[in-house]
């Protein structure tokens, strides 16, 4: 069965920490994916990667920094956390190549910066 | 703003009444897709229906495509109390395929 974990659940973290959020596919998908979720703003990407070492800027990648390693680990850096990074974050991943476009999530990590 | 926009917000039935939600988009794409959320937790991909498709049927689900107006609806036929979750429509753009754009959802409640 697909599975796509995340680290944690929940976080607390203060302002000024750094934060690092670790996404694991079991998959051996190509594509990984960072989103946050916020009330009444949907899902936004905030970088995603195609290939090992590749990363893309997605559409608020400000104040956030990824890292992919192996195939099968995405993670999201919060250099410097702040009180409006407090969201929900999922990351999904996904085949890649022609036709596959669906995405696996994992659970969420919420994370709460004080 | 949002490639995609969900209508209603917010939806409120019985159990074994019929949900509709739909979903209306800006630019071309390559397909559509829609997903579930169940509260605090992350999404299901539930169906996807391509720019060349009508409509689409997966078990009590139905979707419909209309590239003309650039619009989608999902119907869940005889809800359940199992069906209360917010649902997401996203698309991959033609022009981009990398990526989905997600809406900003809605949210069925089912009442027993």
């Known amino acids: 069965d697909v599975k796509v974990t995340q680290s944690s659940r929940y976080l607390v973290k203060r302002t000024g920490e750094k934060v690092f959020l670790e996404c694991v596919q079991d998959?051996?998908?190509?594509?990984m994916f960072w989103y946050r979720q916020d009330p009444g703003l949907g899902l936004r990407l905030i970088y995603f990667?195609?290939?090992?070492?590749?990363?893309e800027k997605g559409d608020i990648p400000e104040g956030y920094s990824v890292s992919r390693e192996k195939k099968e680990r995405f993670s999201l850096i919060l250099e410097s956390a702040s009180t409006n990074q407090t969201s929900m974050y999922l990351c999904?991943?996904?085949?890649?190549?022609?036709?596959?476009?669906?995405?696996?999530f994992g659970p969420g990590t919420r994370l709460t910066v004080t | 703003s949002q490639q995609g926009e969900e209508d209603p917000q917010a939806l409120s039935i019985q159990e074994g009444e019929n949900a509709t939600m739909n979903c209306s988009y800006k630019t071309s794409i390559n397909n559509l897709q829609w997903y579930r959320q169940n509260s605090g937790r992350g999404l299901v991909h539930l169906i996807l229906i391509r720019s060349n498709e009508r409509e689409k049927h997966s078990g009590r689900l139905r979707v419909t495509l209309d590239t003309s107006k650039k619009s989608s609806s999902l119907l869940i036929t005889a809800s359940r109390a199992a069906d209360t979750a917010s649902y997401f429509c996203?698309?991959?753009?033609?022009?981009?395929?990398?990526?989905?754009?997600f809406g900003t959802g809605t949210r069925l409640q089912v009442f027993p």
């Open positions: 999904a991943s996904t085949s890649g190549g022609t036709g596959s476009y669906e995405q696996y």
């Open positions: 998959m051996d998908h190509e594509n």
């Open positions: 996203a698309t991959v753009l033609s022009y981009n395929t990398d990526k989905l754009i």
């Open positions: 990667s195609y290939d090992v070492k590749m990363k």
